[in-house]
């Protein structure tokens, strides 16, 4: 007889966790990073255990808070606060209310290992909740962070608006993120620019086209540019740089920041009567942008896989500026040196930066190119459950 050989492939499931300082009440979490689809906004669910002799009558509660900082924390003086914390979600955890509640597949898992003292529990954002953005500061600065941040908090109370102690008190610090769409489509961005001059007849024609509409983070933005000088001017050089365009909306404030740019006289000088094509590209990137202020992040600044902010969407019916929170958008900047007397010609072609979606080719891909990083075992991990110490994944977590 042959003997046959079967082998089980088991995919382990990776659960975040974090306990009180007393030990007493522990949160389980499925996910750090909360994916907002548009017409619906993944939920915030999880499982707690509690010590069964610990509450001896009180309850547990659950908020989701955002705080919402567009100041810096050192120049709040007499009274001025520069931040707003909004609970956008709440509610008792234990004992549990809606008993009937659809449980996920990870909660069913943590409830069948935990016990009679395991109890589920789900929160969900607001529809209109804005996208996790941090601002970057430069220099020694220890403040809190510029931007909108989220935070889950478990606390142990009589009441729900019981003040909360640090003995007995959880909190995560989440995100809310976009992803992009599941198709990329098939538009090619693209703008037309004409320069005339007072004293000379003619035009300078500049025209900037690219490759697809939505690039993901990493990629190169390839920019295809044609100049026609029909002028009596010449072009002495060209600048091509890609802008981050912040739109602040609690303090009506709007600001742009460079992230990535060449400037080139290749061609040039670009004579009356000439005409010029050529293919730029640029990767726009958070690692070269450590040293700019105001660059608008979608981590924690202390996190070493940061990446730019991603484009701002929004749901069908709505405008960009419509959104809350800090509203992101990009676009690549084709600028035009025509001299001391002849000015600049420049044009701006907008585009989406963005994080493939979910399950996606691309997704996979980037995911397995990141580096395994260590994960903080617990010694029952059994039912192919991995747990993590979320106090680690956090080093500006509130505490």
């Not at 040039?268 to 293919?279: D, E, N, Q």
């Amino acid at each position: 007889m042959i003997p046959f050989l079967f082998l089980v492939f088991v995919v382990a499931v990776k659960v975040f966790k974090k306990s009180t300082p007393n030990g007493k009440l522990t949160v389980y979490l499925g996910k750090r990073d909360f994916v907002d689809h548009l017409d619906h906004i993944d939920p915030i669910d999880g499982v707690v255990v509690v010590e069964s002799d610990y509450l001896r009558g009180r309850k547990v509660f659950g908020q989701v808070t955002a705080t919402y900082r567009f100041g810096r924390e050192e120049d709040e003086v007499m009274g001025v606060k520069f931040s707003k914390e909004m609970v956008v979600a709440n509610g008792q955890m234990v004992p549990q209310k809606d008993s009937e509640r659809e449980l996920t597949p990870i909660q069913e898992r943590l409830m069948k290992k935990f016990g009679a003292n395991a109890t589920p529990f789900t929160f969900k954002f607001p529809q209109n909740a804005p996208s996790s953005v941090m601002l970057q500061t430069v220099g020694d600065e220890t403040g809190k962070p510029l931007g909108v941040e989220y935070s889950f908090r478990t606390y142990v109370g009589e009441h729900s608006n019981d003040r909360t102690h640090k003995r007995s008190t959880v909190t995560f610090a989440i995100k809310k993120i976009q992803y992009s769409p599941p198709s990329r489509g098939n538009r090619l961005p693209s703008s037309l620019a004409s320069k005339g001059f007072t004293f000379s007849q003619g035009k300078i024609n500049l025209e900037v086209t690219l490759d697809k509409e939505i690039y993901y983070h990493g990629e190169k933005v390839s920019a295809n540019v044609i100049v026609s000088n029909n002028s009596r001017k010449a072009v002495k050089n060209m600048k091509v740089m890609i802008v981050q365009h912040c739109e602040v909306t609690m303090v009506n404030m709007q600001f742009s920041r460079v992230v990535a740019d060449l400037e080139t006289r290749e061609g040039c000088p670009i004579t009356p009567g000439a005409s010029l094509t050529k293919t730029f590209y640029l990767v726009p990137l958070a690692s070269s942008n450590k040293d700019k202020q105001g660059i608008a992040l979608d981590g924690h600044l202390k996190d070493d896989d940061v990446n730019l902010a991603s484009s701002t969407l929004v749901a069908e019916g709505l405008a960009p500026h419509e959104a809350m929170g800090i509203v992101v958008s990009y676009s690549l900047r084709v600028k035009l040196n025509c001299g001391t007397l002849g000015g600049e010609l420049q044009t701006d072609v907008p585009f989406k930066l963005l994080h493939p979606a979910p399950g996606s080719v691309e997704q996979q891909n980037a995911t397995a190119e990141k580096k395994a990083k260590p994960l903080a075992k617990s010694n029952d991990d059994d039912d192919n459950i991995v747990f993590e110490d979320f106090a680690h994944l956090r080093l500006t977590e509130q505490q």
